[in-house]
Structure formats: C-alpha cells, structure tokens
T-cell receptor
Framework: ETGVTQSPTHLIKTRGQQVTLRCSSQSGHNTVSWYQQALGQGPQFIFQYYREEENGRGNFPPRFSGLQFPNYSSELNVNALELDDSALYLCASSLAGQAGEQYFGPGTRLTVT | GEDVEQSLFLSVREGDSSVINCTYTDSSSTYLYWYKQEPGAGLQLLTYIFSNMDMKQDQRLTVLLNKKDKHLSLRIADTQTGDSAIYFC??????????FGRGTSLIVHP
C-alpha cells in the first residue's frame, strides 16, 4: 500500500509568481484535502476534492485553486503569490465521509521572497 | 468560527506519563482527533474518539472526552524520547472538515 506523496519537497518563488503543488493520494482513497500550515500554527483547511469536484472550501481567496484527477491525485495552484503564502502545504487523503481519519503527506515547504 | 485551544509546550521526564489537553468550542463536534507531527514531516493520525464516548484506550494512549466542558485530553503512558513531537488536537463538526489547534510541543528529557 502506497502512502501519500507530495512534490516538490521544497520550493522558492518570488512574489507575484504562480505555483503548482502535486499530491498522490493513498491507494484506495477517493478524497483529497489541502492544508496550509504556517510556522508555529496548526494546519488550516484550504479545500477538499471528491470525485474531481471541490467539496468544501476554507477561508482562502480564489487565487488558491485545485484539481483532482481520475486517479484521485491532486494539484494545488496558487496565483499571484504573496509573502504570507510562505508555509508548509499539506495534502491528506481519506475515504469520503471520513475527513478526520486522514493520511497526510510529508508536505511541500513553499518560501515566497 | 469554531476554535480549538491547546497549551503550547509540555516537558516530561522519560518514563513518566504525559497529559496533553485541548478545549474546543463547537458544540456539534462529532469526532475528535489527536495527530502527531515530527520535525519536517506531515501529520500522523494517532487516535480518534466519537463524541458519544468518554474514553478510548489504545496501547499507551488514553483519550478522555468531557463533552459537557468541551475538553479533550491525550495521556501517553511511559513516555519515551521518541514521543517528542508536536501533538495536534482536531475536531470535526457537521461539515466533517477538521479544525486543528495550534499544537502542543512535547519535550521528553532523560
């Protein structure tokens, strides 16, 4: 059984640029959630995807968008990067209806300069 | 919005028990969770409890829930240096989207 993987591990971008982060969900899991974890904080829910549709969104602006593919892998896109977007971005997979029983990837550390 | 509060730090001696506390505000919480995060890693689900339970034990871990006071605790028996990590409490209400606390950093010293 393959766990949740994310790429890249680290990324440095400049303010105003765009970034795409990728996630492969755990085998058999059909739901993917994305979180932003700022330094010293708990994860903040960005959005969740189920069957390739957005299925819940946290308090993040529209420049945060996502995709889920038929194989349940997912992308997080962030446009017009701001310095405050610097954080660890975590992807978590689960079965539908069991969002709390999630399995997290190791995260992508994004630094915006 | 709903809130989850945890103390930021806990220091214990190896072999002692650790108790990490959490309070939450969502009265419609259905599930409550404890996650562990080691440096440079994602979160690992340790255990969870349904809101209609008041206790759950899983090997060295004991979760206590006081729903009236909206208080959740995680007890780790015989704490080891490998237990040093950040522990997050999380709850899900009707939306099934978890709200996390800021995490408690557990430091285990010899």
């Amino acid at each position: 059984e393959t766990g949740v993987t994310q790429s890249p591990t680290h990324l440095i971008k400049t303010r105003g640029q765009q970034v795409t982060l990728r996630c492969s969900s755990q085998s058999g899991h059909n739901t993917v959630s994305w979180y932003q974890q700022a330094l010293g904080q708990g994860p903040q829910f960005i959005f969740q995807y189920y069957r390739e549709e957005e299925n819940g969104r946290g308090n993040f602006p529209p420049r945060f968008s996502g995709l889920q593919f038929p194989n349940y892998s997912s992308e997080l896109n962030v446009n017009a990067l701001e310095l405050d977007d610097s954080a660890l971005y975590l992807c978590a997979s689960s079965l539908a209806g069991q969002a709390g029983e999630q399995y997290f990837g190791p995260g992508t550390r994004l630094t915006v300069t | 919005g709903e809130d989850v509060e945890q103390s930021l730090f806990l220091s214990v001696r190896e072999g002692d028990s650790s108790v990490i506390n959490c309070t939450y505000t969502d009265s419609s919480s259905t599930y409550l969770y404890w996650y562990k995060q080691e440096p440079g890693a994602g979160l690992q689900l340790l255990t969870y409890i349904f809101s209609n339970m008041d206790m759950k034990q899983d090997q060295r871990l004991t979760v206590l829930l006081n729903k009236k006071d909206k208080h959740l605790s995680l007890r780790i028996a015989d704490t080891q240096t490998g237990d040093s990590a950040i522990y997050f409490c999380a709850e899900t209400g009707g939306s099934y989207i978890p709200t996390f606390g800021r995490g408690t950093s557990l430091i285990v010293h010899p």
